[in-house]
């Protein structure tokens, strides 16, 4: 799936959060989603929310898995293990770089790194597994 395949998935299939995530490149194993930080992303102290964080880099490895596998909808998360490592800056964009490292029949393995823009250092690092249900035949 393409950019444009991936983003309008994301506005028939998920519509209450397509215009949290937009997806801004594709290409083999990799995939790059923007996400527009309002204000409903913060939490006390001037920063943004782990879970939206979470929610992005969850957001973008499944999108990353339906670019390589085509619109199998029903994939699911069996694993995320993410780590915080800097405070983003509020207000601004959070971008997520998600690659796949292993893409089975059953299981695809691959992080995520979430940068806020215009900041070299990543804000976040996550590592996910989906499971892909068996397709029909």
């Known amino acids: 799936m393409?950019?444009?395949a991936l983003n309008?998935?994301?506005r028939s299939e998920f519509s209450q959060v397509a215009n949290d995530f937009i997806v801004q490149s594709v290409a083999p194993m990799e995939a790059v989603v923007r996400m527009p930080v309002a204000e409903e992303h913060l939490r006390p102290g001037g920063?943004?929310?782990g879970p939206t964080m979470f929610a992005l880099a969850d957001v973008s490895m499944y999108l990353v898995v339906l670019a390589m596998i085509g619109p199998v909808t029903l994939a699911v998360t069996t694993n995320c293990s993410i780590d915080f490592m800097r405070k983003p800056t509020a207000g601004v964009d959070l971008i997520a770089s998600a690659r796949i490292h292993k893409l089975g029949r059953s299981l695809a393995v691959g992080d995520v790194l979430i940068h806020s823009e215009g900041m070299d250092a990543p804000v976040a690092r996550a590592s996910l597994t989906y499971a892909i249900p068996p397709r029909s035949t």
């Open 2 to 4: 393409d950019v444009e």
């Open 8 to 10: 309008a998935l994301m």
């Open 47 to 49: 920063t943004i929310s």
